[in-house]
């Protein structure tokens, strides 16, 4: 049985090429992370100022 050739792995790139790809990818993932910590941080410091006042407002917007 002939096997057909196995197809290429996709398109060649440059080395160069590549490395500023990949320290876009890691780039953007980091600066994706920082944002979600922040966000986080955030939520957390107003919720620890505000969160009986937020839970006033829930539950009269609920009626609990």
Known sequence: MILPEAPEDG???APE???RRKHQVWLI???MVLGFCLAAT???VVFAFYG???R???ATLFNR
């Open 29 to 31: 993932t980091g600066l």
């Open 11 to 13: 398109p060649k790139v």
């Open 42 to 44: 955030l939520l957390l």
């Open 17 to 19: 090429e590549f490395a």
């Open 56 to 58: 006033l407002i829930l």
């Open 52 to 54: 009986e006042d937020i």
